[in-house]
Structure formats: structure tokens, C-alpha cells
């Protein structure tokens, strides 16, 4: 089992969420309502499938799967970087079929990271730790313009992780005049940074 698969603690801290979004958004009953959280340093979502969620009669459709392990990624990709991302490849090899009445789990995790690329890799189990399906992706930051602008329209109800505070604070200070100090200098030191993915393995 991958240490991403088996990691699990105390510490789960959610991320934001979206209006419209088919993945994430909370106002989109057609779509999958996802809420996206880290564990362990690990990305992941707890899906609730619902019947129009079906290809075949109990059986998820596989484009469902899919975009459930490539928001997955994408998140892990937007903690690597702290920008938003937008996915340049994704491949998805389906294992098994996957049971529309079971406890699905999609967990991702970056593989590396740089910042024009993000590898990363993730995958559908259910709550005995079966597999379902696996991904792998490469995913494009956004520039800081956009990543704000995306942020923006995040839905924040408190405790949430600030993906792209340090994303935001760059821009603020690349808009100020010379000699203005950064809003940083003016409330103190900025809060402990969140959990990386610089130590996953290759």
C-alpha cells in the first residue's frame, strides 16, 4: 500500500470550496459536492455518489471517477505551488468496477514539482482499502493574477486552509509602491507554513 493510501491522523484541515463547480461546488446539485480536505499531509475526499452519478445501473461512471481523482491532484498540485493549476494531462487506469453504495475515498498526493510542472498521482478505495481506480497527472500553475482572481470566488466559511495567501501577499507587494511594507511587516510574522510534498516518494 502507498504511504499516501495508509496516511491518517488527527489533523484534518479542510480546503474551500466553490459555488458552481461539478466537484466542488455547493450549489451545483447535478454535480458531485465534494469537500476536499488534507490528512496527513495528503489530499483527499470522501465521495457520496449519487444514483445520476451511474454509467451502468450501480456501477459510478468512469468520468465521475476520473474528475473525483483529477480535483484530487489538482488541490495536491495547488499546495505544491500555491498557485491555482489547471490540468495538462491525466490518465486513469480503472481497475475494478466502482459501487455507487459503497464509502469511496480519492487520495492524492504530489510526486514532484516545479514551477512550470506538478506530477501527481492519486486513487479511488473504498473503506476496507480496496482499489477501484488509480491517476497520474501533470498539471500547469496558473499565474499569480489568475490564482487570485480564482481565490476570490472560493467559498471560505472559517478554519479552512489558506492555499494562496502567500500567492496573494506576493501580488500585493509586486501592486505597492517602493518603500510601502508588505502587509506581512505590518501584522507580524505570517502563520506556520502547511505541510509539503517534498518528501513523496518518487
Not at 20 to 40: I, K, P, S, T
Not at 52 to 63: I, R
Not at 134 to 155: C, K, M, Q, W
Request: charged content about 25%; aromatic content about 6%; proline content about 5%.
Amino acid at each position: 500500500m502507498d504511504s499516501f493510501m495508509a496516511s491518517e491522523s488527527n489533523t484534518r484541515k479542510y480546503l474551500p470550496t466553490s459555488t458552481d463547480c461539478f466537484v466542488c461546488g455547493e450549489d451545483n446539485h447535478a454535480g458531485l459536492q465534494l469537500r476536499f480536505y488534507v490528512d496527513g499531509g495528503v489530499v483527499k475526499t470522501d465521495l457520496d455518489v449519487q444514483p445520476h452519478h451511474c454509467g451502468y445501473n450501480g456501477v459510478v461512471h468512469g468520468g465521475i471517477t476520473a474528475a473525483a481523482l483529477d480535483e484530487c491532484m489538482c488541490w495536491a498540485a495547488a499546495r505544491a505551488t500555491g498557485r491555482t493549476c489547471v490540468t495538462g494531462e491525466l490518465t486513469v487506469r480503472y481497475i475494478r468496477r466502482v459501487p455507487h453504495d459503497r464509502r469511496l475515498t480519492a487520495c492524492a498526493e504530489v510526486v514532484k514539482a516545479s514551477r512550470r510542472i506538478v506530477h501527481a498521482k492519486s486513487v479511488l478505495v473504498d473503506e476496507d482499502g480496496t482499489e477501484y481506480a488509480r491517476a497520474s497527472g501533470r498539471f500547469v500553475p496558473a499565474s499569480i493574477e489568475e490564482t487570485v482572481t480564482v481565490d476570490d470566488g472560493l467559498i471560505y466559511r472559517g478554519g479552512e486552509e489558506r492555499v494562496f495567501d502567500k500567492t496573494r501577499e506576493e501580488l500585493q507587494q509586486a501592486a505597492a509602491p517602493l518603500g510601502t511594507p508588505s502587509t506581512s511587516a505590518q501584522a507580524g510574522p505570517p502563520p506556520p507554513a502547511s505541510a509539503g510534498f517534498q518528501d513523496a516518494p518518487s
